[in-house]
């Protein structure tokens, strides 16, 4: 393991942000943190990363103690925010130049202009200063800045945010890229759930300070929401006579149907009960997305959010 948290505690005046959380991250792994606003996901990176100096608990970081030798595993992490911190008056080059040589990377140039590329960024923008950069174009060169770190550890908080869908999935295919060639470990922290699910290995969620659950997203989501739809169409108006424990309740609107099961391990069952009563076409099965698992999980009134959960 090549991150051990244990029992990480953490206040501010008073008010609990980490009440005692525990995980542990492999090498080479990809591990989401989820959690609303103020769960206490930045607490725990900043934490990890020496940014933040723990109350209480154990943290690790490739064998070393984040207060102990803190300088060791600074050496060995690298952060990506949201907030980009450049010079403005500089040039990209300029920028990259300096970061660079303060972290002691070499051959940063052709690194800069092929993930640049990657993300969208062209030559004639590095001759740009960054006072003239929008925000989405900062943001690229932000995550090519640390992307071109040859650190082991690579914490991703909110990194995407900002950025238009087409470039956040560059910025997805490009991390993939660079994990198929490094073994580097990630952590990270998202309010974009379909990108943590395309991403992420494990997830640990957290909720008030606390970690509730922790697994893979599709077991998560099996754990958490169980159920599953089967939408169809009737091939024509027909009296439907479904029978099953497994079936939580059925939800007709002309020739539509769906089918809401409980018990999501007999879906084959169900199916079979429907093609064999009727005559359907267009028949499709769903599942819970990671982000209706995650508001199920997180939401306190339950039955309030039942109600506000869409399937389609």
Same mark, same amino acid.
């Given at each position: 393991?090549?991150?051990?948290?244990? *029992?990480?505690?953490?206040?501010?005046?008073?008010?609990?942000?980490?009440?005692?959380?525990? %995980?542990?991250?492999?090498?080479?792994? &990809? !591990?989401? $943190?989820?959690g609303? @606003?103020?769960?206490?996901? =930045?607490?725990?990176?900043?934490?990890?990363? =020496?940014?933040?100096?723990p *109350?209480?608990?154990?943290?690790?970081?490739?064998?070393?103690?984040?207060l102990?030798?803190?300088?060791?595993?600074?050496?060995?992490?690298?952060?990506?925010?949201? /907030?980009?911190?450049?010079?403005? /008056?500089?040039?990209?080059?300029?920028?990259?130049? %300096?970061?660079?040589?303060?972290?002691?990377?070499?051959?940063?140039?052709?690194?800069?202009? *092929?993930?640049?590329?990657? $993300?969208?960024?062209?030559?004639?923008?590095?001759?740009?200063?960054?006072?003239?950069?929008?925000?989405?174009?900062?943001? #690229?060169?932000?995550?090519?800045?640390?992307?071109?770190?040859d650190?082991?550890?690579? %914490?991703?908080d909110?990194?995407? $945010?900002?950025?238009?869908?087409?470039?956040?999935?560059? !910025?997805?295919?490009?991390?993939?890229?660079?994990?198929?060639?490094?073994?580097?470990?990630v952590?990270f922290?998202?309010?974009?759930? !379909?990108?943590?699910?395309?991403?992420?290995?494990?997830?640990?969620?957290? @909720? #008030?300070?606390?970690?509730?659950?922790?697994?893979?997203?599709?077991?998560?989501?099996?754990?958490? %929401?169980?159920?599953?739809?089967?939408e169809?169409?009737?091939?024509?108006?027909?009296?439907? @006579?479904?029978? +099953?424990?497994?079936? +939580?309740?059925?939800?007709?609107?002309?020739?539509?149907?769906?089918?809401?099961?409980?018990?999501?391990? /007999?879906?084959?069952? &169900?199916?079979?009960?429907?093609?064999? @009563?009727?005559?359907?076409?267009?028949?499709?099965?769903?599942?819970?997305?990671?982000?209706?698992? !995650?508001?199920?999980?997180?939401e306190e009134?339950e039955?309030?959010?039942?109600?506000?959960?869409?399937?389609?």
């Amino acid at each position: 393991m090549i991150i051990k948290v244990q *029992d990480l505690g953490k206040e501010f005046n008073g008010t609990t942000a980490l009440d005692g959380i525990s %995980f542990r991250v492999k090498t080479g792994e &990809v !591990f989401g $943190l989820l959690g609303p @606003n103020g769960a206490g996901k =930045t607490t725990t990176v900043k934490i990890m990363s =020496t940014m933040l100096l723990p *109350d209480d608990g154990i943290v690790e970081i490739g064998g070393y103690d984040v207060l102990r030798r803190p300088q060791k595993v600074r050496a060995m992490v690298d952060i990506i925010t949201a /907030r980009d911190k450049f010079y403005r /008056r500089l040039t990209a080059y300029q920028n990259m130049s %300096f970061f660079s040589r303060l972290y002691g990377v070499e051959s940063w140039k052709d690194k800069m202009e *092929d993930y640049g590329e990657r $993300l969208g960024l062209e030559k004639k923008d590095y001759e740009k200063r960054l006072a003239d950069y929008s925000t989405g174009m900062r943001q #690229k060169l932000n995550l090519v800045r640390n992307l071109i770190r040859d650190t082991p550890i690579l %914490f991703l908080d909110e990194p995407t $945010l900002g950025l238009d869908p087409v470039s956040s999935r560059k !910025f997805r295919s490009l991390l993939k890229d660079i994990m198929d060639r490094e073994e580097k470990t990630v952590i990270f922290t998202s309010h974009n759930m !379909f990108e943590v699910e395309e991403l992420c290995e494990r997830i640990a969620i957290l @909720n #008030k300070g606390r970690i509730t659950s922790v697994g893979e997203p599709r077991e998560l989501k099996k754990r958490i %929401f169980p159920k599953r739809l089967v939408e169809f169409t009737l091939a024509k108006e027909d009296v439907l @006579n479904l029978r +099953d424990n497994a079936i +939580d309740h059925i939800e007709k609107k002309g020739n539509k149907v769906r089918v809401y099961l409980e018990d999501g391990d /007999r879906i084959h069952e &169900v199916i079979e009960k429907i093609v064999n @009563n009727v005559r359907v076409s267009d028949l499709s099965v769903k599942e819970p997305t990671l982000e209706e698992a !995650f508001i199920r999980h997180t939401e306190e009134d339950e039955r309030d959010q039942e109600e506000a959960t869409s399937w389609m």
